[in-house]
C-alpha cells in the first residue's frame, strides 16, 4: 500500500481526535474553575461575555492563517496527518516541516524527494510525535517550577533566552535553506525568494504599523516563494 | 476597565484549593495522557500495517530533531510563563500556536478585564481566554483539514508540482528569513556554519549539530562581547 493512501486513513484521524479530546477537556476543566471563582468574585456575565468576544476576535486572524498554511502540511503528507500534528499538538507547520525533514534523513531519504517511501514515512511518524514529548513533560511535570526556574536558569539573563532561541532556530533552518541554496536552478530561486519575502513582509508590518500581516507573512512568504521557483524552473 | 472594579480581591486559600491545586493535578495528569497519545500514532500504524522505522532511522531522526528542539523543552515553557501563569502552560504546551496565539489571547482578555499579568486575577482571565482560543482553534483546524484535503485535489497540476518541488525550499527559506530579522549578527554565522560542510558533502547528521551548537557558541560570545562593550 502506497504511504499517502496509508497517511489519511483513520487511524491517524483518530489519533488526532484523541489528542484534541484530551486538549479540550483540560481547557474546558481549567475555564470552569476560573470562572466559578470569578463569579464569586462578582465578575458580571456580561465581563466574561467581553473576554471570551476579545479571545475569539483575536484567535480568529492566527486561525485563518493556520489554515492558509497548513495547505503546505496537507500537500506534504496528508489532510489526516495535518490534522493529527495540528489538531492539539505542539510544533507549528513550519516546525512540523522541518521535523519531518530531520526523520527522512534519519531513514536516509529526502522528504518529499522520489526516494521517500514507507520507512520514511513510518520515522516522520515516529520523529514528529515522540520528539515533541519535551514540552508536554516541561509542562506537565515542571509548570509548578517555572516561576523559580525562569530566574536560576537564566542567571538573571533573560535576554540570553531569546537570542539563544534565535540561534538554534538560525542553526537547523541555516542547515536546510543552505542545502536548498546548493542544489541550483528553481530549488535555490524558492529559498532566496522565500527569505526575501518574509523579511519583507515582516518589516513591512512595522512600517505601514499593521501588526496583523506579521500572522501573514511567513505564509504569503513561503507560497510566493514556491510559485517564484516553479516559475523560475518553468 | 469596568470589569476591574468590580473583581472582588481573591482569597489567597480559595485561590489555592480551588484552582491551583486541582489545575495542576488535571495538568500533570492530561499532559501525561498526551504524552501517551503521542506514541499512539506509531504504535498504531505498526499494528495495522505492520510497518515501524528500523531502530537506526529513529536513533539519526531523533537526534536531530532533537538538536533543534531541546532548547526550545527549556526555554519556551520559561519564556512564556509569567504571561501564561500555571493553568496557560498547561493548555498552551498540549494545544500548541502559544506565541501566535495563546500569548495574544491571554494578553488580549487580560486588557479587556482590566488586570495585569502575573496577579491571580490576571491568570484567571487568562486562562479563560486561552481556553476559548483552544475551542477556536481545534474546531477551525480539523475543518481546514477536512476542506483542504478534499480541495487540493483539484489543484491544476503545475500547482500541484510545485508544491511537490519548490514549497520546502521556500519554508526554509522564509523561516530563516523572519529569524534573520531579530538575528541580523547571528544570520551569517549559522549560513556558513551549515554551507562550508556542505559543500565539503559531509552528511546532514553531522552538518545540522555543527550548524545549531555552533550558532548557539559563537552567538554566545558576540552576545557577550556587546554586552561588555555597551
Same mark, same amino acid.
Given at each position: ?74 500537500? #506534504? ?16 507547520? /513550519? ?20 526516494? /521517500? ?59 536546510? #535553506? ?11 530561486? #524558492? ?10 513582509? /515582516? ?13 501573514? #507573512? ?17 | ?12 486559600? =480559595? ?87 495563546? %500569548? ?10 482590566? =488586570? ?35 480541495? =487540493? ?37 549559522? %549560513? ?39
Amino acid at each position: 500500500m502506497d504511504w499517502k493512501q496509508i497517511a489519511n486513513e483513520p487511524w491517524i484521524w483518530i489519533s488526532g481526535a484523541i489528542l484534541s479530546a484530551i486538549a479540550l477537556y483540560q481547557c474546558t476543566y481549567f475555564m470552569i474553575r476560573a470562572l466559578n471563582i470569578m463569579k464569586r468574585c462578582g465578575l458580571q456575565r456580561r465581563d466574561i461575555i467581553s473576554i471570551i468576544r476579545g479571545s475569539v476576535i483575536t484567535s480568529f486572524g492566527p486561525v485563518m492563517s493556520e489554515i492558509f498554511i497548513m495547505i503546505a502540511l496537507v500537500m #506534504a503528507l496528508s489532510a489526516g496527518f495535518a490534522w493529527q500534528r495540528e489538531g492539539a499538538a505542539v510544533g507549528s507547520v /513550519f516546525t512540523e516541516l522541518v521535523q519531518a525533514s530531520n526523520a527522512a534523513v534519519g531513514a536516509g531519504q529526502e522528504f518529499g524527494g522520489k526516494n /521517500f517511501d514507507m520507512k520514511g514515512f513510518a520515522n516522520v511518524v515516529f520523529v514528529m510525535n515522540v520528539s515533541c514529548i519535551g514540552w508536554l513533560i516541561a509542562a506537565g511535570f515542571f509548570t509548578r517550577y517555572l516561576g523559580a526556574a525562569r530566574n536560576k536558569i537564566a542567571g538573571g539573563d533573560i535576554r540570553w533566552l531569546s537570542i539563544l532561541t534565535v540561534c538554534a532556530t538560525l542553526g537547523v533552518f541555516g542547515y536546510w #535553506a543552505s542545502s536548498s541554496l546548493v542544489r541550483g536552478g528553481g530549488i535555490t530561486v #524558492a529559498v532566496i525568494a522565500g527569505g526575501i519575502l518574509s523579511m519583507f513582509f /515582516f518589516l513591512l508590518a512595522d512600517w505601514i504599523k499593521k501588526p496583523g500581516l506579521k500572522e501573514w #507573512a511567513l505564509g504569503l512568504a513561503m507560497f510566493g516563494g514556491m510559485i517564484i521557483g516553479k516559475l523560475y524552473a518553468g | 476597565m469596568e470589569a476591574a472594579k468590580k473583581f472582588a480581591a481573591i482569597d489567597p486559600q =480559595v485561590y489555592e484549593n480551588e484552582f491551583s491545586k486541582p489545575i495542576h493535578k488535571v495538568g500533570m495528569i492530561t499532559c501525561g495522557l498526551a504524552i501517551i497519545g503521542m506514541f499512539l500514532p506509531p504504535v498504531w500504524l505498526y499494528l495495522q500495517y505492520g510497518v515501524f522505522p528500523p531502530i537506526s532511522a529513529i536513533m539519526v531522526g531523533m537526534g536531530l530533531a532533537l538538536t533543534y528542539a531541546v532548547p526550545f523543552f527549556i526555554i519556551e515553557p520559561i519564556s512564556y510563563y509569567p504571561t501564561l501563569g500555571d493553568a496557560g502552560t498547561y493548555m498552551s504546551f498540549l494545544a500548541g500556536n502559544i506565541s501566535n496565539m495563546r %500569548l495574544p489571547c491571554a494578553a488580549v482578555a487580560q486588557s479587556v478585564a482590566g =488586570v495585569e499579568e502575573g496577579t491571580k486575577e490576571g491568570e484567571l482571565i487568562a486562562t479563560v481566554g486561552i481556553a476559548i482560543s483552544i475551542w477556536l482553534s481545534i474546531i477551525a483546524v480539523f475543518i481546514g483539514a477536512v476542506a483542504t484535503g478534499f480541495f =487540493v485535489q483539484f489543484f491544476p497540476a503545475w500547482l500541484q508540482d510545485a508544491f511537490k518541488k519548490f514549497l520546502l525550499p521556500a519554508v526554509f527559506g522564509a523561516v530563516f528569513g523572519q529569524f534573520a530579522l531579530r538575528g541580523m549578527k547571528y544570520a551569517p554565522i549559522a %549560513l556558513v556554519l551549515a554551507l562550508v560542510p556542505l559543500f565539503l558533502k559531509w552528511k546532514a547528521y553531522v552538518v545540522i549539530p555543527i550548524a545549531v551548537f555552533g550558532t548557539i557558541i559563537i552567538g554566545r560570545f558576540i552576545y557577550q562581547a556587546t554586552k561588555k562593550s555597551a
